[in-house]
Each structure stands twice: as C-alpha cells, then as structure tokens.
C-alpha cells in the first residue's frame, strides 16, 4: 500500500527573438519600437522515485513537491530578424510546427537557473502560452548585498592582484534587468541576471523545488497578482542566471560539521575546504539555516526579489535599437586558437579532474575523498571506474593538453553507451538594442565572467557596434551543458571549478576569442540572415538515451481500503491558528503515472459562498506534498479542507483518477 501524505518553479528560460511580417511591423511600430511577448509553462517532471539533479548523489531520490518547476519566455522582436543539446532540439522541433519559418536555432536559446532540487533525466516538456505585442523595453542593474558568495576564494586569488583591484570583491553583486512594458507603459514583466547558484536546498532534500530562483519568480508574480495561482500569472518575472561558477548562496560561509572532533563547528581549511584533512564535513551555511534550508532559500529569493522590485518601480534607461542574434556551433576538442599576444595555444577533449568528485561546499562534498590533486587509493582503481573499457588512462597528448589538472575521468574519449560528455557547444549572442546577452554554454566562475564581458564590450565599441552605453551580461549555463569555465590561473588551481573545466586551461581564452570575432554579425547594418562559419552540429544522442528506473507496474490500495480513503484526517470542525500543524493522509497511488502538468497534486480549498475554491496548490511555498511522509500545511482565515489528486494503475487496464478529502477546519 502506497500512502499520499499532503501538508499545508524557473528550472528553464527560454529566450526567443523573432522576425515579424512588415504589415504586423507597421502597426506595431506606430505605437511602440517592439513586438513583445512573454510566457509560462509548468515543465516539473516525475516527482517521486527518480534521483534528483544537481547533486548527484544517488540517495537524493525525490519524494515529493516544495514547489512545481516552470519554464518562462520571453519575446523581443523588431522587422529585422535578429540546457541541453535534446531539449533545445525538441523545443525547436515544436516551435517549427507552431510557428514556420519564425524560430531557428539561430533566435532561441534554453538557459537553465541552474537549481540544484529539480528531477533529473529532464522530461522535455515546455509548454509557454506566448502572444505577442507592442511594447517598450527599459534597462538598469542594482547592488544587491548578502546575496552570494565566492565558494573557492583561493583559486579567486590566483588572478593577477591588479585585475583584482579594478572590483570590489570576489563575486558579481550587480542584477540587470530588462523590463517589459506594454504600449501604454505598464510593466509587464522583466527579465533579470544575478549570479549565484540554486543550491539553497542542500543535497537532503527530497523534495522537487525551484530553488531560490524559482522562489524569487514565484514571490515577485504572486505579490503582483496576489490571487493568480502560479504558473497563471499574467506579469511574467525572470530570474537568470549569471557567470554562477564559484558562486554560493550559502552566504554565511562553509564550515566543519564533525561532531566529536576539535575542528568542529570551525571554518574549513581555506585553501582545500576540508575538515580534518577530509571534504566530507565541509558544509556551507545559508543565511537562514538556523530556521530551515526553505528559510534561506526564501531570504536569497527575496533579495533578489527586492533588487527587481526596486529596477521595475524606478526609472530605467529606454532601450531603442535593432534586434539581432548569431549562433554558430564550436568543437572544442583540440581547437586551436591564436592569443592576443601572438600565442597559438589549443583546447582539449573533455576531462574531469579529481576535485571534480570531491565536491564543493555549495553543492556539497563529494561520496569519496578526493581533494585537489591525486589520492593513491583512486589511482589504484580508476581504471576500473573508468567509463570507457577501450581507453583506460588519458593517452600523453591529454595529458600534456589538460596539465595541470591530473584527470580522473577521461570523458572525451568515453563514448559508451553513448558520448559521456558534449565535444561541440553552443556559441550564441542576442543584441536587443544596447544590451547584448551572451549566452554561455558552461558555468563561469567570477573572473571569468568578467574577462569575456569586458573584451565583448570592447570589441563592440571599438568596431562601433554600440556605444559606451552597452550592457553585456552573462546568461547561462545555456543550451549544451560543457560544465565549467574558470580563467586559466583559476585552472591551475584545481579546484572543484577548475577540475570541471573540462577544455582544458584555455577554455576560457577559447570562448573570448569566437565570442569577440562574431559581434560583426550583432551590427546595425549586418546582413540579415548572415550566417558564420560552423563546425557541424553535434549529434542526436536522444535515441541512445537509456533509462535505469523500473516502471510503475501496479497501484493498490491494500486490503480494506480504497484510494482517496482518509487515513488521518483533520479533526472535523476543529480551529487552528495561522502558523499551526494541520494534517491529513490519504491512501494514494504512484505520482509518476500522471505528471499533472498544469495542474497539481493537492489543493487547499477554501468555502466561499458555499463553494468550494482552491486557494494553494502544490505550486505554492506554502504547501508540501509528501508520498509517504506528514508535515505541515499553512492557511489564512476562514473554513478550509485538504485535497488530494491521484491516478491509479491497475495490473490490467488504463489508469483511472481520483480524488479525496479531508474533513473542514477553520483558520481563526
């Protein structure tokens, strides 16, 4: 018998440019510069028996929902046209039957936020509800402070002292932000970039949630339409990601969790974040993790929150311009490349270097104790782990291209059952009059966010592209997912970032040099539809994707019972007070047989002139759904009662839903 325990999203983004027909274009332009649109679509996937992303820590099976998973879009179009390999793929698939001839993998990139509680395996669903219209554009950024930290300092302190010096700290404390507005100049949503990453909820929870940069969406849109429930909002709130890669919302720093040992409760080692000489009890701490890990969530959430907040009520620069994109596609394996300085240097087939499993304090310690460089236990047996039978140990070539990272797990040359690791990455720009996004497939440590940026804009106002005006900002990890991307004294380091640059020390360098030589294709008076040069695409692995997770074969309800039987119920007539334990259990059947998107797998129902609406779903930070376990439900006033919603498969037939109630409470 299964039990269904109910107490009381943005996993993706979607940017999407567009060319418009000239009559639609003329009428849009007597009253506005742009054609705009936003839009939201719920994409959360199996919510219970499937191991979780982020982490990857096979324990970290999820069993239930904190908060649904939703993917937003966001438009800008003028008459001139300007996550993941599989899902970009199939996302492009649908917009070409919707939309012929509108949407190419030059104007559509899938850039993830990065949270660290979704469902692993991405279910590739995405389901906007876009329209678009007239509109303007108004662009700003904000300090917000306590809202990241740097989790590796000193591979940071690697960089050159008088690069240091021109920055304030050691991570990116600004958010711009691009603010929709219709005709009439109303907003009607933004879309932001701040970095840091969605590890609020630690590698314990169970639960599939959004992290702080679904929090934030989701308390932004709800205070702007209090009695929308979420996922249909009309005022559409983006929370991006930026260069995260050494970022952490753990803001009250990493310390040793190692009860017994006289180093516990002491800061980590700063320079190899261990405890005792071991990762395994370096923690880092969120700044409410004194209350709960959704405590902190909720506080990175909300300072983000209150930096859009004060962009979107305030007086932001206009944005006029024309609309332009370019994407080109890059093998990264063995490129080479000419310096600045005249050096002709070359990137690398991927490999992960030994920190890679050690783990990092914000996503927490890896399963073994790999810390920096070589542990003998690991070069005894990596042969053993290695994912490729044919290729046991990196040949001299890798080596020598990797130094000075000792590889681990030489995943360029894995390709068993299929390619472990991406070859050829996503190189793409979006130019929305003077903000230009670069769209970044990796994670970009601080410094190097910062470095890409700068040389981008200076090679835009050199060439005359844009004015001293130009925003440039960092979106991603976007599109193929190449893991990280730190400068190369970062590199030398080795730590967790720099042995997950998986292209080798000149990564970095690699990306600065295509992203610089392709802003010509971002100029006013670019050849429209101009294509560059590209490697070839990389290949449809989707049909090789393979699949570990039993199926469900059968739901029952047990002996005695039926689904939707009340197994504990809320007192009937009982009063509680906001902020009070109410508890109900149903006997359920598996999640996995209905995702239920769009919809949700219990309610909190409010009687209202003798009706019965729903006033919180499993949507709503305020309610959790469990499978197997009781926990705490929040209400307001008034009389309410518990729902829940499930799906049952029989051993023979199709499967049937069905719901079930608790008794009615008040809430004084």
């Known amino acids: 018998m299964r039990e269904a325990t109910i107490r009381a999203w943005l996993c993706l983004t979607a ?37 979780m992303m982020g982490y990857a820590y096979l324990p970290q099976t999820d069993s239930g929902i904190h908060m649904r998973q939703r993917s937003r879009a966001f438009i800008m179009s003028t008459h001139i046209a300007f996550g993941d390999s599989g899902i970009r793929r199939s996302v492009l698939s649908n917009l070409a039957t919707l939309f012929p001839g509108v949407y190419s993998e030059r104007n559509v990139a899938i850039v993830s936020t990065h949270q660290h509680g979704g469902v692993g395996g991405y279910p590739e669903h995405l389901l906007p509800q876009i329209t678009l219209a007239p509109g303007f554009l108004g662009l700003g950024n904000v300090t917000i402070s306590g809202g990241n930290r740097n989790r590796s300092p000193s591979a940071y302190l690697a960089n050159p002292a008088e690069e240091r010096a021109q920055y304030d700290g050691d991570q990116d404390t600004a958010l711009t932000l691009l603010r929709f507005q219709d005709a009439s100049g109303a907003a009607r949503g933004f879309l932001s970039f701040f970095a840091v990453h969605g590890t609020s909820l630690y590698e314990n929870n169970t639960l599939v949630s959004s992290d702080n940069k679904g929090m934030a969406a989701y308390l932004y849109e709800s205070s702007v339409e209090p009695n929308a429930m979420p996922g249909n909002t009309t005022f559409i709130a983006g929370f991006t990601q930026s260069n995260v890669g050494d970022t952490s919302p753990n803001t009250l720093g990493a310390f040793c969790e190692s009860p017994g ?176 996004i670069l769209i970044i497939p990796g994670e970009m440590t601080t410094m190097a966010g910062r470095r890409i940026r700068n040389a981008v804009r200076a090679r835009l106002t050199a060439d005359g592209i844009i004015g001293q005006d130009a925003y440039v ?72 994707a393979i699949s570990l997770r039993i199926p469900v074969i059968a739901d029952s309800p047990g002996i005695g019972h039926n689904f939707g039987d009340v197994l504990v119920d809320v007192p009937p007539g009982s009063t509680f007070s906001a902020g009070q334990t109410v508890l109900a259990q149903f006997v359920g059947a598996n999640p996995r047989n209905n995702l239920r998107l769009e919809g949700t797998f219990m309610s909190v129902e409010q009687l209202i002139g003798g009706s019965w609406l729903v006033v919180r779903s499993d949507s709503h930070p305020s309610t959790i759904y469990r499978w197997t376990r009781a926990n705490t439900i929040l209400g307001t006033s008034g009389t309410y009662r518990l729902a829940y919603f499930g799906d049952s498969k029989p051993l023979i037939g199709s499967i049937s839903s069905f719901s079930a109630t608790s008794s009615s409470f008040q809430v004084s």
């Open 15 to 51: 940017f999407l440019t567009s060319s418009i027909s000239q009559a639609t274009l003329a009428l849009a332009q007597a009253q506005a510069p742009y054609l705009l649109g936003l839009g939201i679509g719920d994409i959360t996937g199996p919510v219970v028996e499937t191991n």
């Open 261 to 436: 040992k006289s180093w516990d409760g002491q800061p980590c080692d700063f320079n190899t974040s261990t405890c005792g000489g071991t990762a395994q009890d370096c923690h880092g701490r969120g700044p409410g993790f004194l209350i709960s890990d959704f405590e902190s969530n909720r506080i990175i959430a909300q300072l983000q929150v209150d930096g859009a907040r004060s962009l979107v009520s305030g007086s932001l620069a206009p944005v006029t311009g024309v609309v332009r994109s370019v994407h080109t596609y890059l093998n990264m394996s063995f490129r080479s490349f000419v310096l600045p300085n005249g050096t002709t240097v070359q990137t690398c087939p991927p490999a992960l270097g030994y920190s890679f499993a050690g783990g990092t304090t914000s996503r927490g310690p890896g399963a073994f104790d790999f810390y920096v460089f070589r542990n003998p236990f690991w070069e005894l047996v990596k042969g053993g782990v290695h994912p490729s039978d044919s290729v046991e140990l990196p040949n001299a070539q890798q080596v020598a291209c990797q130094y000075p990272k000792p590889v681990l797990l030489n995943t360029g040359y894995a390709h068993s059952p299929y390619d472990w690791s991406p070859s050829t990455v996503d190189i793409q720009m979006f130019r929305v009059g003077n903000l230009v």
């Open 473 to 544: 900002v960092i979106a991603g990890p976007a599109n193929t997912y190449g893991h990280y991307v730190t400068t190369p004294e970062e590199y030398a380091v080795q730590r967790y970032e720099g042995a997950s640059t998986i292209f080798g020390p000149y990564t970095l360098d690699s990306y600065i040099d295509k992203y610089t030589n392709l802003v010509s294709y971002l100029a006013d008076n670019a050849t429209t539809g101009a294509v560059p040069p590209s490697d070839p695409a990389p290949p449809d692995l989707t049909s090789k």
